[in-house]
């Protein structure tokens, strides 16, 4: 007598598990043989130009000029320089941007929320007016509309426009105040940065006893407010402000000369990613229930606490993630640049290309060079929304 096996062996055919290896395994070897195929396609057409895929004309004289650096460079130095420094502008606007495009995205998100009906409003406008025209259009009115018309020459003279008495702006580009390059400045600058991190510190303390203890925070606000006193004095007095001033022979002295290219890329992007980040924080807010409002004007809370102690801090859990995304963005985005002549890393990499005639090797270098810009912009933002998700035990 033949026992018959509850469990039948099932043919690999009908197998789901099979199947799911199989096809993975499939597209990996399309993957590749694709990959393959042009690398060698690659490969076949520099042997018929007589070249090979390296990167040993990094080391050639650039012998191009770069308008604008903050770093050392002459015409006489290596292409591998010239990229130095246009990725020095280009890491320049988008660190510089990363802070503007926040503050004002976060200003803008929680404003739609103003009882205020006209910063309500404005808000709402500035939102779908930015995020509906082109980046780049936005760039060219920002150039040649804005920059550019406050920039025109003044009548019987060159001199250069005063703006409130605090800069003076011309074609060659804009003069804003400047801390003095002092001793004192730069350890009243430590003591400032010093300051923010401890009042930082002040604050999530005073948060968490508020929350937890439900004590009113008194000293601890007394603590801010002495620290910001303090902050204040050093930030207007201890790093010895440079206000730019016209001399005899009609040129501006003092303070720091950024570019007309410089701030409208900078403004340019700063205003066109805020937008999306307001939209971003405005869904943050409103994914926060609307009891945890409820509950905390419960408690007697002005609609800032609120905001500051209850609302915000839940919405970060759902803007961080976004935020992750205008960043890089933002980072990609600032090669537009080249559209109004700023030198960054693009620009120097398409003037390289043209004199080299290395154009495969000089465009892997510019596409790895924003890849690592964007994986660490996604490392360090995924890092930061670990530290804000709920912690199960």
Do not use: C
Not at 85 to 98: E, Q, S
Not at 120 to 137: A, G, H, I, M
Not at 259 to 279: D, K, M
Not at 357 to 373: C, D, P, S
């Amino acid at each position: 007598m033949t026992q018959s096996s509850g469990h039948e062996k099932i043919p690999f055919w009908r197998d789901d598990r099979f199947w799911r290896v199989a096809i993975q395994a499939l597209a990996v070897v399309i993957v590749i043989t694709v990959i393959t195929a042009m690398i060698g396609n690659l490969n076949q057409s520099l042997r018929q130009q007589g070249r090979q895929f390296n990167f040993s004309f990094l080391f050639n004289v650039a012998g191009f000029n770069i308008g604008e650096s903050i770093i050392p460079y002459t015409p006489s130095d290596r292409y591998y320089w010239a990229f130095v420094v246009g990725l020095v502008n280009t890491l320049r606007l988008i660190l510089v941007g990363f802070v503007f495009t926040t503050v004002l995205g976060v200003i803008a998100g929680i404003a739609s929320f103003s009882e205020n009906w006209l910063v309500r409003k404005l808000s709402q406008t500035y939102v779908e007016l930015v995020r509906n025209v082109p980046l780049l259009l936005q760039l060219f009115i920002w150039y040649f509309g804005v920059y550019f018309t406050l920039s025109a020459p003044q009548q019987g003279g060159n001199l250069p426009n005063s703006l409130l008495g605090l800069a003076y702006i011309s074609r060659r580009g804009i003069v804003i105040p400047w801390p003095s390059n002092t001793p004192i400045a730069l350890i009243s600058l430590v003591l400032l940065i010093a300051a923010i991190g401890v009042a930082l510190v002040v604050w999530r303390w005073r948060i968490k006893v508020m929350e937890e203890q439900g004590a009113s925070g008194q000293p601890q606000l007394i603590a801010l407010g002495i620290l910001g006193v303090a902050g204040l004095l050093l930030l207007t007095i201890g790093l010895g402000w440079q206000v730019p001033q016209l001399n005899e022979a009609g040129r501006v002295e003092g303070g720091i000369s950024l570019s007309l290219e410089y701030i409208a890329v900078l403004s340019a992007l700063v205003f066109y990613t805020g937008a999306f980040i307001a939209e971003i924080v405005r869904a943050g807010i409103q994914a926060v229930s609307k009891g945890q409002w409820e509950a905390a004007k419960a408690l007697g809370l002005k609609s800032g606490l609120v905001m500051q102690l209850v609302v915000f801090p839940q919405a970060l859990r759902v803007i961080i993630p976004a935020l992750n995304s205008q960043y890089m963005n933002l980072a990609k985005n600032s090669s537009l640049a080249l559209a109004i002549g700023y030198p960054d890393i693009f620009s120097s990499a398409t003037t390289a290309l043209n004199q080299s005639g290395r154009a495969v090797e000089v465009m892997t270098l510019v596409a790895v060079t924003y890849l690592v810009i964007n994986l660490i912009i996604s490392v360090v933002m995924n890092t930061l929304n670990r530290t804000v998700q709920i912690k199960e035990r």
